[in-house]
């Protein structure tokens, strides 16, 4: 049973139970991080103190790990994993004894860093700066669904020079996110040395100056802590902040204020003696010769994932009277998805966040129709890929909308540990390749398939059309995954087949992984996708008028290539893959990647970007780049006469 946070102090009785708690945790830390060999056991033991009063008074049930109401905790300077699994058992969560012998052991829960796939961990972290931002992403997800749950951020003090921690600082401030609160661990040394020799900081100065409550303790006294603790729970004003001045290697003579043992775990002889100074038996040659035995463990439980339930409405059909880009497709789409679902009782919220771009990516719809759920963020986007991802582990569909060179190539740190931590994240990255034109190089996101594909649970979808849009962003919100949706900047006609029916609409569902045939040919296979597929159907166009019949296919899933269509394009004896993107990393070297995994050797050319484009119209650009329609149809003659 939790202790809570109703009486003014704890009672003597529970202050003795906790430093008895304390000094067995402390040992737990030595043991783990000698028999690994490895780990960090000076800021684990600097602060153990705080994880054991938050595990004891937090409102979490060791029985019932995930139940809804329960405070979330999130640790963010992960590397202290060795504390914080110690102070988890010694809360009840898991046998101690577990962890000693699995710590940092392959095969195992207990990672070097804390996994969110053991019970009391919220959030995989290990990558300094983000748990702030994941904690405005669980308390944001209280305040939509309406919940009083706490959140708890212990964090080091070292990560606060981090500028993503300044973000969350505001965010939290802004969207009036008082019901979380930072505990720092204040012990002034990092891995190289102290503060003031490795990057100088005002932290308490920076909370206040953004509207924080400050609350400076004894980051080993246990009552103040409690009491600390406390009152920032019932604090209802404002976000505060607790800077727990702390020791590293707190309880150790030899360790305590050293830099040297952030990093640096224990021999065995000094293991032996640490042990003895903290009054605790000697068991390390039973423990180590556990480990080697390496006896097989029920593996731990892992979170069961929220499940999904929204009206996707019934979707869009653009005539060829209505020529509009993608972005604004996915607008419309996204606000008559908001209008649907998040003013009914049953059905899964859906928030978007914005990074100061609401007219560009056509988030502005969902602002005006669904304000409630709308969250303007500011430039901070390595802040808000981070709230959006923990956002969307909460029950809570979530889009986050920013131009391809912020939401990809600035974010992507953010983007893996989201993936790593399993997150339901909907990226939708407008404002895509040369596309966009006259903003020149810098803003001419032409990476965006080879990043992306890094990471093994984001999945890629590029749309051909307004048409596809609207289907592909009603589709994504009802499925659980990470997606990333790629679009450019310009206005699209429609993509019609040969009849003239609108291709994507009408009897068409969208189907992930499925590619489209647009065209019939057997002279070759032109591969394209996003806004090149019209430009594809044009060359299409002239090919036919030469007597030259070819196969034109949309492929929109880049994740997970349409291997069976693909082996029909083969069967032409001519590909040639036509894109917007980096030659190198994209939708050319899949196919490339594909047609040699599979022993298939049809003549193949890629075309794609061979470099940095300035700025200029679009079309400009693409025939500097040799990306014209006119290029594309003598590349296939070419390949084709030389058979």
């Known amino acids: ?55 004891l008074c937090a409102n979490i049930d060791p029985g019932n790990p995930y139940y809804p109401e329960r405070d979330r905790i999130v640790i963010s300077h992960g590397h202290t994993s060795p504390g914080v699994y110690a102070g988890l058992a010694r809360a009840g969560f898991f046998d101690i004894d577990r962890v000693i012998t699995e710590f940092r052991k392959a095969g195992t829960s207990f990672e070097g ?73 204040y012990n002034r040394l990092q891995l190289s040395g102290s503060l003031e020799k490795i990057m100088p900081q005002n932290i308490k100065a920076g909370y206040l100056a953004d509207g924080w409550d400050v609350l400076e303790i004894n980051g080993h006294n246990h009552q103040e802590i409690y009491q600390a603790l406390r009152e920032a729970v019932k604090n209802k004003k404002s976000p505060v902040v607790i800077m727990a001045q702390t020791i590293m290697g707190k309880g150790i003579s030899f360790m305590e204020d050293k830099f040297e043992f952030h990093g640096k775990p224990l021999s065995l002889d000094e293991c032996r003696t640490a042990l003895s100074e903290l009054g605790l038996s000697d068991d390390l040659d039973e423990y180590s010769h556990l480990r080697e035995k390496g006896e097989e463990k ?56 914005d990074c100061d771009l609401i007219g560009s990516v056509k988030t502005d719809k969902f602002a005006a129709a669904s304000p409630d759920y709308f969250f303007q963020a500011g430039i901070q986007e390595h802040n808000t890929a981070t709230i959006a991802g923990a956002l969307s582990t909460q029950g ?60 093994y649970g984001y999945k890629i979808i590029i749309p051909a059309d307004p048409n596809q849009t609207d289907r592909v962003i009603r589709y994504i919100a009802s499925i659980w995954g990470n997606f990333f949706v790629g679009m450019g900047r310009s206005k699209l006609p429609a993509i019609f087949s040969e009849d003239g029916r609108p291709f994507f609409a009408e009897d068409y569902e969208f189907q992930y992984g499925k590619a489209d045939l647009v065209r019939q040919g057997k002279a070759a296979a032109i591969i394209s996708m996003g806004s090149m597929l019209q430009r594809a159907i044009r060359a299409w166009e002239i090919l036919k008028e030469k007597g030259c019949r070819v196969q034109v296919i949309n492929v929109s899933c880049l994740s997970d290539l349409d291997r069976e269509t693909l082996k029909k394009a083969a069967k032409t004896g001519t590909i040639v893959t036509y ?35 300035g700025s200029g119209i679009p079309e400009e650009l693409f025939k500097i780049e040799g990306l014209d329609v006119e290029s594309l149809v003598e590349t296939v003659i070419n390949l084709v006469r030389s058979s």
């Open 1 to 55: 049973m939790r202790w809570g946070f109703e009486k003014e102090k704890l009672d003597e009785e529970k202050i003795a139970r906790l430093k008895e708690l304390a000094k067995f945790a402390r040992g737990d830390i030595l043991k783990m991080t000698t028999l690994a060999k490895s780990g960090h056991p000076g800021g684990s033991m600097s602060s153990i103190d705080l994880y054991l009063a938050l595990y």
């Open 113 to 185: 860093h804390v996994e969110r796939g053991v019970p009391g961990v919220e959030w995989s972290s290990g990558n300094l700066g983000q748990g702030l931002s994941a904690g405005c992403g669980f308390a944001l997800a209280a305040k939509l669904h309406h919940k009083n749950y706490q959140v708890f951020v212990v964090m080091s003090d070292g990560e606060q020079s981090k500028g993503q921690v300044a973000e969350a600082r505001r965010f939290a401030r802004k969207f009036g996110l008082n019901n979380i609160t930072v505990i720092i661990d």
């Open 298 to 353: 029920t593996p731990i439980s892992r979170k069961p994932l929220p499940k999904i339930n929204i009206v996707s409405g019934r979707p869009h059909i653009y005539s060829k009277e209505e020529k509009t880009d993608n972005r604004s497709a996915f607008g419309r789409a996204l606000k008559d998805l908001g209008q649907l679902n998040s003013s009914h009782k049953g059905l899964t919220p859906i928030a978007v966040l």
């Open 396 to 455: 809570v569909v979530t889009f986050f909308a920013d131009f391809g060179v912020f939401g990809v190539d600035e974010t992507y740190n953010q983007h893996r540990l989201n993936d790593i931590n399993e997150t339901n994240l909907k990226l939708i990255c407008t404002h895509n390749g040369i596309d966009v034109g006259q903003d020149g190089k810098t803003h001419q996101c032409i990476d965006y398939v080879g990043i992306i594909n890094n990471l």
């Open 579 to 613: 894109e917007d993107h980096n030659v190198n990393t994209g939708l050319g070297s899949l196919v490339a990647n594909f047609l040699a995994e599979s022993s298939l050797n049809p003549r193949f050319q890629k075309m794609g970007i061979k470099g940095y484009a």
